[in-house]
């Protein structure tokens, strides 16, 4: 019930800003279906879903800008788990509303200064898909082909700039917001093991403390064995808000910005807790999940010299807890188009998105994209890939847009992942997929 009077408030407010405010409005569809290609399933189709976009921004003054955003995300695979449920229309096509930016700006309170309040789009780094310096904003992970998406969150910002190549810039983020991740039907890896799993596990540990393989058995089999997950999120107090600045400028041709922020991993670190009591025959599994505390100091920089892009970012991530491990996270990139053709090369030392969410490992990787327009502009060719050097595991994403009328766009893509046992993309080595999309935006 609480939840469909929010419902009703968003979309009255809706429709009493588009009556009644001066403002720039603007929506944005997509819809995108993978097939998913192997020997067991050769149709299954992986990931259905339809977003919509509603943004305007109402004219207030010229010193007061603000922009008032919904995101609406329609499943396309029902949630029905009960015949009472057929009466329902919600479980059939699932249906979330998303906030998307919604903030306040005020410029010039003192000259050069702009403070915004609200839900926005925060972007640190000059570095192309991964940045190791941007830990404002949610990533979102729910659509596996994008690899750099973001979701806006609630924040207090502060940019100045007292002279042209100087810059600077304060961030409080008082609320935490988990990443989003992709979703069950299309990838899953169980965080938590079978009873099956640590029964095996218990005899090979008795037999390793000198009992035969089947007294072993017959003592494991006598275990009563108990799962369960301990998962924590931060609280929203004082204490544990996210908070930060940077600094920017720019010298001769190079763009460069150094930045420290204090806040949270935005996927838990896992900690098995295995407790075995011999005499009373039980075994306890705790998967204790926490979102660690971290300080990021940050650096990039990036130039232009004879057309060619450059840029290098790093961010060296400070744990609070001695469990995760402190890391240097490194990118260094280029671009460059020639004759029509379009190229993009990176190398990047540290937790890719899809991997992150399966090794809590660094990893190098080397990611490239070669595009090439045809028909005015119309049509693009692309291939895109990603290669795991350390274990020689790879992704590959070929597409082709195509933008049959102004504001509307077609896609055609594949996905394809592979690897040896232990690589970083072995667990999507059977992600074979054939995906097709469609954007329009007016």
Do not use: C
């Not at 419902?7 to 009255?12: E, P, R, S, Y």
């Not at 003192?110 to 780094?125: E, I």
């Amino acid at each position: 019930m609480i939840g469909q009077k929010i419902k009703i408030f968003v979309g009255i407010s809706l429709i009493f800003y588009l009556i009644f405010a001066q403002s720039s409005f603007q929506v944005g569809l997509e819809s995108k279906l993978h097939l998913r290609l192997n020997a067991l399933d050769s149709s299954a189709i992986s990931w259905f879903e339809t977003r919509t976009r509603l943004n305007f921004s109402p004219a207030l003054s010229e010193k007061i800008t603000s922009k008032v955003g919904l995101e609406i995300r329609a499943k396309e695979f029902s949630n029905l788990n009960s015949v009472s449920r057929l009466t329902e229309p919600s479980s059939f096509q699932p249906i979330a509303i998303l906030l998307d930016e919604n903030y306040l700006s005020l410029f010039d309170i003192v000259p050069n200064l702009t403070f915004t309040v609200g839900r926005k789009m925060v972007h640190w780094g000059t570095a192309d898909v991964i940045n190791p310096t941007d830990n404002i904003v949610t990533p979102d992970y729910s659509d596996p082909t994008l690899w750099d998406a973001k979701r806006p969150v609630w924040l207090i910002h502060t940019e100045y700039n007292p002279v042209n190549s100087l810059g600077l810039e304060l961030v409080v983020k008082p609320i935490f917001e988990p990443a989003l991740l992709t979703p069950k039907n299309w990838f899953w890896v169980e965080n938590l093991p079978t009873v099956a799993q640590l029964r095996q596990g218990l005899v090979a540990s008795l037999i390793n403390q000198g009992l035969d393989t089947l007294t072993a058995q017959q003592v494991a089999e006598s275990y009563t064995i108990t799962i369960r997950e301990d998962f924590v999120m931060p609280k929203n107090t004082l204490k544990n808000i996210s908070y930060g600045g940077k600094i920017k400028t720019h010298f001769s041709v190079f763009d460069l910005s150094a930045s420290l922020f204090r806040s949270y991993d935005f996927l838990p670190f896992a900690t098995p807790i295995i407790t075995i009591n011999p005499q009373d025959h039980t075994l306890d599994f705790v998967l204790q999940e926490r979102y660690p505390r971290k300080t990021i100091i940050g650096g990039d920089i990036a130039t232009n010299i004879f057309d060619i892009g450059i840029w290098a970012e790093a961010g060296y991530f400070i744990y609070d807890d001695s469990m995760p491990k402190d890391r240097l996270e490194l990118v260094v990139g280029t671009d460059y188009s020639f004759q029509g053709f379009y190229a993009n090369l990176q190398f990047f030392r540290g937790k890719f998105p899809l991997a992150a969410m399966q090794s809590n490992d660094e990893n190098n990787f080397i990611i490239g994209a070669l595009e090439r327009k045809f028909l005015a502009d119309r049509v693009l060719l692309r291939a895109g890939g990603i290669i795991d050097t350390k274990n020689g595991s790879y992704g590959f994403l070929p597409s082709m847009r195509w933008l049959p009328v102004t504001g509307a766009e077609i896609e055609i893509g594949g996905l394809l992942f592979g690897g040896k046992e232990g690589s970083v993309f072995n667990p999507l080595a059977s992600v074979k997929e054939i995906l097709f999309g469609i954007r329009y935006q007016f």
